[in-house]
Structures are given as structure tokens and as C-alpha cells.
């Protein structure tokens, strides 16, 4: 499947995500994410070397759950980036078997993915499309997301401004704040939480609110 769209698929308890990619603006970065469920909690197991190429996959060797949910996270050269929909092999890709024309099987899938406008035209903004009927919108900000080994933080005009960032555990209790940032971006190590999981954010703009939100502190990745 043509990005944002992906394949995933079970194969002998080996999971392949998979796609193809049309983009022709310059991809940066493309990280593969899952979790447990559908809608939150996502850790990126892995990223992708030549993102650019017209076809690519990723292979899950040891999933924890033959049903986990994976997603893709892509970033484009100057800023713009994307959260594909999730997908797990078994509840969200139904694939039967048919016959071509010539006789050979072909595996085909009974349900096809529904886009929203902001996951085929990555430039415009997510927080303003309104969401479909049957269609999840993955609330992702444009300000702080997760990298494969560090939190990035993109805050534009930061050194005409006064942002402050505060951050906060799972109980909402204070786990770090950051004052008066002056690079309009930075990469956070993790280390700096403590631990991975599921982080909640304020960012303060002039002392004004702006914008509250979650980031994924990721795992390490396993290597072999």
C-alpha cells in the first residue's frame, strides 16, 4: 500500500510492515511504532535507514502480542510530518485469496483504509480537519513528538519569544519544566524522564497557555 496507507502482515509470528512511497517531497525520517492498542501508548521499535526508497518494510522479529497495533511516523524535510492510522495483521487487515485472470492466487484486502486530508497532504494541519465517521484521528502536536532516541522539541521564532515547557507524569505530577528556550529546535534526551512511556505537556508561549498535549518517551531499541 502506497503511503500513509501500509500492509501489515503476519507471517509464521513474524510481523511485516510494509509500504510504498510516492512522496515526492523529501522524507527525513521514518520511525515504525506499535502498541497494544489502537489509539495511544505507542513506543517506536524501529527506524528506517533509506526512507526514501519506493518500497520498504520493516520486520517485527519477537512481538509481544501477535495483535499489536503498528503505525507509521513519518517527517519531511523543512518540518511537516504525519501519523499514519494503526493497523494490527489480524483485526484490521481481513485478506482473502483470489483467482487473476491467469489463473494465480492472489491475496487481496476485503477492507480497504480510509484517509484523512491532512495524511495524504501532510502540510496541512491535523488539529483542524474535522474527523469522518469511522475514522480515528490520532492527535500528534507539531510542537514536541517522539524520535527514535530522544524527544524533539520545534518551537518557530523561539528566540523572539519567551516559551516555557513543563512536564508531567501519567499522575500529573511535575517531572521537569524548561524556561525561557531560545533554539527554535532541540533534541531532549530521554534520560531526562527517567524512564519510557507516556509523558503529558504544557507549552507556555509570553506565559500563555498554547498548547497541552502527550509524548512517547520511547524504549531502547533491542539490537542484535
Known amino acids: 500500500n502506497t503511503l500513509p496507507d501500509f500492509s501489515v502482515n503476519n507471517l509464521g509470528g ?30 517506536t521499535i524501529g527506524t528506517v535507514l533509506n526512507p526514501e526508497n519506493l518500497e520498504n518494510g520493516y520486520l517485527d522479529v519477537n512481538p509481544p502480542y501477535n495483535r499489536m497495533y503498528y503505525r507509521i511516523f513519518v517527517s519531511f524535510e523543512g518540518g511537516a510530518y504525519l501519523f499514519s492510522q494503526s493497523k494490527s495483521p489480524e483485526r484490521n487487515n481481513p485478506t482473502r485469496i483470489v483467482k487473476t485472470a491467469d489463473g494465480r492466487d492472489s491475496i487481496v484486502n476485503n477492507e480497504p483504509t480510509a484517509l484523512m486530508p491532512w495524511q495524504i497532504n501532510p502540510m496541512l494541519d491535523a488539529n483542524i480537519v474535522k474527523p469522518q465517521p469511522g475514522v480515528v484521528v490520532i492527535p500528534a502536536s507539531k510542537r514536541i513528538y517522539s524520535g527514535t532516541d530522544a524527544v524533539i522539541l520545534n518551537l518557530p521564532y523561539a528566540t523572539s519569544k519567551i516559551y516555557t515547557i513543563r512536564f508531567y507524569d501519567e499522575k500529573q505530577k511535575l517531572i521537569f519544566e524548561l524556561k525561557n528556550i531560545k533554539e527554535d529546535f532541540l533534541i531532549l534526551d530521554k534520560v531526562n524522564f527517567g524512564k519510557s512511556g507516556t509523558y503529558n505537556f ?9 498548547e497541552k498535549n502527550v509524548v512517547i518517551v520511547p524504549k531502547d531499541a533491542k539490537k542484535n
Open 14 to 43: 513474524k510481523i511485516i510492515v510494509s509500504w510504498k512511497n510516492a512522496y515526492t517531497k523529501p522524507i527525513a525520517n521514518l520511525n515504525i511504532q506499535r502498541s497494544y492498542d489502537s489509539l495511544q501508548n505507542f513506543t
Open 202 to 210: 504544557e507549552i507556555f508561549e509570553d506565559g500563555i497557555l498554547i
